[in-house]
């Protein structure tokens, strides 16, 4: 079986499904000799804030469809070729509904084995996914790479400057442009990641300088992935914690996947400090956030770890209730 290191995508099957009255874009990714009368596990990956289905997510569903997963990574509603206004919303809640409905249209699928259903994300979706496991028990095993808890970021700043030291600007942001919304202005949009160099300085983050390396150039920009967060989205986001309720999700298993030079690496870790057992904090030596979304030597260490992971609680696991 191969192991795909492009930075862009192998195409998928097209397809949508429905999540509250809205069309959701998706790939879905079979094994290598898919057989449509036998029975997968499978496995729903989520793509990060900003980003959409063909980049990151696509690398990790066709490297795990290859052993052995039927995997589907989807557009987040409001973003990519997903239905949802206003455009590239960024709402926790949404987005976490977005993972239940993909785990939905799994099951209507008649190769899916509906007891061996499992999630990953990268970054923001590795949150939304430790969030969705939390609530929908068809999610038999978890892991986020690179994790990032979106609510921690809009309360605590980043880096963090303090437990909710940047809450009240953000709220005072999002009213105020709810209000001018309300009042007929247009949408405001602002970047996920620095556009060009030279919106980068010395007080840039190394995880947004890489992530602008990464969405920005032909590295693995793409057209569907335009770089803009709806402002209204902050309170929303304020009011969000993905590991919340963590410690309610055993025995079902939880993953951590992070490099050693990731400046999220807090994320991680405090997701693991709330999770019970069988729980895995799996660090990558010398890799840093973003260095996990493409970068063969340590994408290869990630996938390697998702199989055996997915591999002892999707294909050998003993159903659970």
């Known amino acids: 079986m191969g192991f795909m290191t492009d930075t862009h995508y192998y195409e998928g099957t097209k397809t949508t499904f429905l999540k509250t009255g809205l069309r959701v874009a998706a790939l879905v990714f079979h094994p290598e000799g898919f057989d449509e009368n036998a029975s997968y596990p499978a496995v729903v990956v989520t793509h990060p804030g900003g980003g959409v289905k063909e980049q990151v997510a696509s690398l990790y569903a066709w490297n795990l469809s ?56 990268i970054c923001a979706g590795g949150g939304y996914t430790m969030s969705a496991v939390q609530t929908d028990i068809r999610i038999k095993a978890a892991a986020g790479i690179s994790s990032w808890n979106t609510g921690d970021w809009v309360r605590d700043g980043f880096p963090p400057r303090g437990k909710n030291s940047a809450l ?8 105020e442009q709810r209000t001018r919304e309300a009042n007929g202005e247009e949408p405001l949009y602002v970047g996920y990641v620095p556009n060009s160099p030279e919106e980068i300085d010395e007080h840039t983050p190394v995880i947004m300088k890489e992530a602008s390396e990464y969405y920005r150039t032909e590295r693995c920009a793409y057209p569907t992935s335009v770089n803009k967060m709806a402002v209204q989205s ?25 490099g050693s030079l990731a400046d999220t690496k807090h994320f991680s870790e405090d997701a693991y400090s709330r999770a019970k057992e069988p729980r895995e904090l799996f660090v990558v030596d010398g890799a840093t956030h973003i260095d996990l979304y493409d970068v063969p030597k340590f994408v290869e260490q990630a996938v390697s770890k998702l199989t055996s992971f997915f591999d002892k609680n999707l294909k050998n696991m003993r159903v659970m209730p």
């Open 66 to 121: 290859q052993k052995g997963y039927v995997t589907i990574a989807f557009d987040a509603s409001h973003h990519g070729e997903s239905e949802g206004m206003p455009r590239y919303l960024e709402d926790p809640a949404s987005r976490v509904e977005d993972i239940r409905a993909a785990v939905d249209y799994l099951t209507t699928l008649p190769f899916v084995d509906r007891e061996r259903i499992g999630a990953v994300g």
């Open 168 to 175: 009240l600007s953000s709220l005072k942001t999002a009213a």
């Open 234 to 258: 902050l309170d929303r986001l304020a009011a969000f914690d993905a590991f919340q309720y963590l410690d309610t999700v055993s025995p079902r298993p939880i993953l951590l996947i992070v």
